[in-house]
Structure formats: structure tokens, C-alpha cells
């Protein structure tokens, strides 16, 4: 077991430590734990499942007094591995943590995989996901929509969340009210869209709306217009993320619900030049565009507050930068790794980029990168070289272990 990093502010604490695997590490973390639980403000652990489980098991420590922040990385393992560990209500280690606001999990050394579908690790139930809670994130793990549910309706505070969520068919959750009266931020990934959460929730605060489909399928636009107004939100930012599997027009339904935008983003990829892709994303380019191609004065005024506009680099977008010049801020376009070579050795656009900078509206040309950064598959060698890398002091350890690799025997 490795303490990463310490920070040394009296009175508390910050904690950062990469646990073992082995069948004691548990109670060692405990005994590292216990003398400075009521100084520690903030804890991160680098721990695999089976470890996690044991040291849940074990007898509660001293209450967390002062600990504002958790960060648990779990450290991933052979897709389809159960754990065959299951706890059933909140830890003893965690009961007493007054003062928590900000609880992070997520699975380390990731693929498109995420954790096994397999488990039965409850972690959910088991962590401190309290009604004291504002920032909550969950990525790279799969949810159910069950612990969805459990999690959202025992964090009744939160003020940001972010979720990665899967639907699974023998996981049936009856209809449960989930009121967040404070949420303002709400970024779910999906492996499977459902449109569960969205009939549930009711948001009244709630102003940025993230949305990334990790398969071909279409986003449940009409349940989050239905959400728009049973909450009576007023959505500032709205990210679409997924790859179509077919003519998903619900998506000018729900731009029309969501006039007050100042933030929109757009990555709608044609999943296998599924037929009439294009023609959706070119469609939604026009009515952004506030114009037909075809005639003009046919559609109104829409979307009069947006600011920032982040899109697929398809047909009809130059024609739409220009009748927006005088309103956007910022733009960035999508386009394939290849094509935006092949774009910037032969000066494609520049005539249009120079246009537009003219008239004050800066415009970015970008690789596409549809998939969350947690895809990304990393070596140990980069996972420890992150740790090791954080900012601290030296000084900071002077006086309490002295040195900040401290091993534990």
C-alpha cells in the first residue's frame, strides 16, 4: 500500500492512497485511516473491488468529521469477472460523514466495456450517497436503473451530477418521483438510451443537459421536453453525443422546447451511413440557421440567446455561420481525423473561417472524438505518472510522515 499524496493544512487533511490487492490491505488502509479520520477534509483511493468490499466489511471507524470530498478509483478487472461480494445498506465505515459534499467513483484503465454486467458488488448501496451531497459522479460504471433510482432519490441536494447508466431488462424499477430542487448540471452517458430518468425527474433549477449515446440509438427527446415543462427549467446548455440509427426528428421538437439556449452541441455520427443521417443534421443546420434554403421567410426567429455552437461539419453549415455572424460568440466544427488533415494542408475554408472572423465570430475546426474520455484505455505507466504528478508542497509532509512515499508494513 502506497500514501500517493498528502496535503498538510491544519487542521485536516487530504489523503491519496493506492491500495493493494491483498487479502490484509484492507485493514492496513483502516489502520492508516483511523487516528486522522476526524482531520481528513478530503480522501482518495486507488482500490480494487475485492479490497473495497473487505475493508466496507470491517468495523466503523471514527466519524469523517470535517471530510468534504471521496474518490474512490476502482481498479478495473477481466471483463466478466463477478466479485461475488454483495453488502446490503450503507458501510459502517462511511456512516458518519456530516459534512461530505463531493463523492466520485469511477473505474481506472477503462474500455468500452465499462465493468463487468456481471457484478454483484452493490458499491452503490454501499457508499456514502447522502442527502448532504452536491456533486456526485459516477463514470465508466454502469448503473442500473435501480441504483440510479436509489442514488438520485437519497441525494436530494445535488447541484451537479454526472452518471453513466445502462438499461437493463431484468432490472425493472417501478415509477419512482425524483425531485432535485437545487440540480443544475446533469450529464448521463449511456450504453443503452432509456427514457426512465427523464420521466422520473423533475429539476426545477436545471439549466445544462449533457447526453452521450454509446450505441446507435436516438435519444428520448420527448420525455425530456415533457421534463422541460413539468419542471418549468429554463436549459441554457444542451449536449447531444450519439451515433443515429435512424431519422430522429424528436431533436427539433426538443429544440423548440429549449428556446433560451445559450450553450448547444451537436455530435450527431450517422451510425454505419445509416441512410438519411445527413439529411437530419442538415435539417437541424437549417432550422438553427433561422432560414429555409429553400425559403426563407418561412421560419421564424429561433433560438435568439445562443452564444456557442458546436456541430458536425455538414451540409449548410457555412450558409448558417453567416446568418448567425451577428449572434454567436464561438464555433467549433466536427469533422473526421482524416478530413481535417486532408482540410488544413489545402486551406479548405479559410475563405469562410476569414469571413466570419471579420465579422467577430470565431470559428475552430476539430477532430471528431464522440467517445467520453473514460473509453480511453490508459497504461499503469500513465495512471501512476497522474498521481505523481499532483501539486503539493514538501513542506506540507514535514512533521507528519516526513516523507510522501510511505510504504505500510
Known sequence: MLLRYLHYAPPVISFCVEVGSSPSD???LRSLLAPYAHRLDSLILSISPETLATFLHAPPLPPFECMQKLSIILESAPEGTDWDMELVGVSGVFAQVPELTDVSISLEHSSRAGWPLDRSFDFVAALPFTAT????AVTNVWLWPSETTYLLTRCAQLVCCT????????DIVPPTPVILPNLRELDITFLRMSARLFVDLTAPELESLSLTGCSHANFPCEAIVELTKRSSCDLKV????????SQDTDILALLKAT???HTLELR???????????DIMHRLVEYIGRHSLDEPEMLPEILPNLRVLQLDLVEGVWEMLRSRAGQLASVILYLDEDELQFVQSAGIFQEEISYLKA???GVELTAVELQP??????????????LENEDFDDSDFLGVFGDMHWWIT
Not at 268 to 278: A, E
Not at 375 to 383: C, L, R
Request: net charge negative; glycine share 6%; charged share 30%.
Open 359 to 361: 465579422r467577430g465570430l
Open 268 to 278: 450527431l455520427t450517422p451510425y454505419m451511413d445509416f441512410f438519411g443521417s445527413d
Open 133 to 136: 451531497l452536491t456533486n456526485v
Open 163 to 170: 452518471l453513466w447508466c445502462d438499461e437493463i431488462g431484468h
Open 26 to 28: 484492507a485493514s492496513r
Open 238 to 245: 444542451l449536449r447531444l453525443r450519439s451515433e443515429l440509427s
Open 259 to 261: 428556446a433560451n439556449l
Open 373 to 386: 474520455d473514460a473509453w480511453k484505455s490508459d497504461t499503469s505507466e500513465e495512471a501512476e505518472s497522474e
